[in-house]
Every structure is written in C-alpha cells, then in structure tokens.
T-cell receptor, first 115, second 113 residues
Framework: AQSVAQPEDQVNVAEGNPLTVKCTYS??????LFWYVQYPNRGLQFLLK??????LVKGSYGFEAEFNKSQTSFHLKKPSALVSDSALYFC?????????????FGRGTSLIVHP | EAQVTQNPRYLITVTGKKLTVTCSQN?????MSWYRQDPGLGLRQIYY???????DKGDVPEGYKVSRKEKRNFPLILESPSPNQTSLYFC????????????FGDGTRLSIL
C-alpha cells in the first residue's frame, strides 16, 4: 500500500525568505508525485507533479519540488515566500504502474508566511 | 470553464435523515472520487469510480454509498447520517492516465446534529 508523510503540521516563514514543505512517500515501484494547495473555502488546486526525468520540477506560482529517489522525498520549495502563499499544502503519491489511479494524500502542512 | 461542481456547499441536518451530495464534472473525465477532510487527518478517500457503473471502496467507505450512472455525475449518498460524518467533503475528477492531476470541487461542509 502507498503512503505519504508530511512531518510538519505547520511551517512558519518570514516573507522574502525561502520556504520548504517536506514530503516523504512509500510506494511499490516508481512513483507519480503531486503537490496541491488549498486556500480557505476552496478545493485543492494542482501545483506541480513529478512523473519522470529531471528531479527538479517547476510548477505554478514560483514553486518547485525536488524528487529524491534514495530518500523517497519530494519536498516543495520556493526561493522567496509571499504572504499570499499562506495556505494548506498537500503531497500525494500513486504508483507509476499498477494500483489505483486515485492517489493517496498526506495530512497536509499549513504554511504561514509572516509579513 | 472546466470545473467540478458540488452541491450543496453547506448543509446542517439531523441524524438519520437521508441526504445526497451531488458532484458533476464537465471535462469528460473517466475517474471520479470522493474524499472527506478532517483536522489532523488530511484527505481520506471514501469511494472512487473508474467509469460508468464501476465503483470501488476507498479507505473510509462505511456509512456512504455512491453511484455512477452517467459519466459526468458521481453523487455521494448518506442513507442514515450520524454525527461522526460531520466533515468537509470533496469530489474530484481525473482524466485517463495516472500521471494526470485531479480536479477538485470547492467542497461541501456537512454538519450532522
């Protein structure tokens, strides 16, 4: 069975500083990995995904994520945080072959960017 | 505009009174799924559907039913709601291809008294 761990319930960062939201995963075989963001009273919005190829993936709103197969991690990063980045972030995984097309989500990490 | 539409957005009801939350997508996606979101637990999958008339249980299916009679619709049915089903519910759709991201509705907040 696949699983995702987001070890931090909350991440606090000052505006203008770099941010990292951590994600580790467990899956049989190669993974498809996703990051989503949720703003208050809204559904989840897709940010970026890793399918294959370059380990550094770039996505929406200046976010990027680094896939590390040996550490089974897919941490979300941004060089300079904005107050408007404050939201709930979810990491998700599914196996690249076999299994359900529906991914498994982590518990979410609340990102708070202070002015 | 491509979207997943859930109704109602908010509902307060009482234990045992049957309710249905509708979900409709206009993107011709094959896969649809229902999640519930609870504080500290993240998103947990209730049911999913791979196509018309094909549904399967997720991680927390107890107390819920679904149907997929048309490709665009995937209603969630609570036949006898209980207070432990008070939660925020999301419907999502996905096109064929496991590398495709999901499209989510804006959520339905259910309160069962």
């Amino acid at each position: 069975a696949q699983s995702v761990a987001q070890p931090e319930d909350q991440v606090n960062v000052a505006e203008g500083n770099p941010l990292t939201v951590k994600c580790t995963y467990s899956v049989s075989g190669n993974p498809y990995l996703f990051w989503y963001v949720q703003y208050p009273n809204r559904g989840l919005q897709f940010l970026l995904k890793y399918i294959t190829g370059d380990n550094l993936v770039k996505g929406s709103y200046g976010f990027e994520a680094e896939f590390n197969k040996s550490q089974t991690s897919f941490h979300l990063k941004k060089p300079s945080a904005l107050v408007s980045d404050s939201a709930l972030y979810f990491c998700a995984v599914r196996p690249a072959s076999g299994g359900s097309y529906i991914p498994t989500f982590g518990r979410g990490t609340s990102l708070i960017v202070h002015p | 505009e491509a979207q997943v539409t859930q109704n109602p957005r908010y509902l307060i009801t009482v234990t045992g009174k049957k309710l249905t939350v509708t979900c409709s997508q206009n993107m011709n996606h094959e896969y649809m799924s229902w999640y519930r979101q609870d504080p500290g637990l993240g998103l947990r999958q209730i049911y999913y559907s791979m196509n018309v008339e094909v549904t399967d249980k997720g991680d927390v299916p107890e107390g819920y039913k679904v149907s997929r009679k048309e490709k665009r619709n995937f209603p969630l049915i609570l036949e006898s709601p209980s207070p432990n089903q008070t939660s925020l519910y999301f419907c999502a759709s996905t096109p064929t291809g496991g590398y495709q991201p999901q499209h989510f509705g804006d959520g339905t907040r259910l309160s069962i008294l």
